[in-house]
């Protein structure tokens, strides 16, 4: 006889599935609309994602600075006389951070999880998306003809390897604290799909 808690054993209705799978586009697609509508250039909302992506290229710059003191930041741009890197919408992962918190925000659970694991994904997505800009630029530095290689063709699978694996990470921890069937059969999904996702990882333009 095998044992295990009664949510661990209850089969999961293909309609949660579904609502699921529903929830996380309807979710997605509302964040793409809003990130991708074409607002005024001398607007706020423009603004505001200007200073965004300027904070993506003061702590890149700064990282990079340990190791390069000629580095300057000014604006939204890493420059040395080595090399210079501009940060644009695309450098900055932004697709896969809204499909992550769709995924995450989506799933039937708590909301103060949800919103928890939001967060700290965003959170972590930046470190991982920071830490691609730091090599970006060092290959750009010293090895230049690698660079385009590794922006358009490595990088953007690692990004949504990265996503996938804190996707997984947080169901594992929600099935581990509430015994979640829906989250012991999204798991082998999960990792089934995570090589398809990867090998068709769409390249970024010709900025990081």
Not at 3 to 20: E, F, H, I, K, T
Not at 67 to 82: C, E, K, M, N, Q
Not at 157 to 162: D, E, G, K, Q
């Amino acid at each position: 006889m095998q044992r295990g808690r009664p949510s661990d054993q209850a089969p999961v209705s293909p309609l949660v599935g579904r609502r699921y799978l529903l929830g996380a586009v309807a979710v997605a697609a509302s964040l793409l609309a809003l990130y991708y509508y074409p607002y005024a250039e001398n607007g706020i909302v423009a603004a505001r994602v200007q200073s965004y992506l300027a904070s993506y290229a003061r702590a890149a710059g700064s990282v990079v600075s340990l190791f390069d003191p000629s580095v300057a930041v000014g604006g939204t741009t890493i420059r040395s006389p080595l090399f210079s890197m501009q940060i644009v919408k695309g450098c900055d992962a932004m697709e896969i951070n809204i499909l992550l918190i769709a995924a995450l925000v989506a799933f039937p659970m708590p909301l103060w999880r949800r919103l928890v694991a939001a967060v700290l994904a965003v959170g972590l997505l930046f470190v991982f998306n920071v830490c691609r800009l730091c090599v970006l630029y060092w290959i750009g530095a010293h090895v230049p003809a690698w660079f385009d290689r590794a922006h358009q063709t490595l990088a953007p699978p690692l990004m949504v390897l990265s996503a996938l694996v804190i996707f997984v990470l947080a169901l594992h921890l929600h099935r581990a604290s509430s015994g979640s069937g829906l989250a012991r059969n999204f798991l082998p999904a999960t990792r089934r799909v995570a090589s398809l996702r990867v090998a068709h990882a769409a390249p970024s333009d010709t900025k990081p």
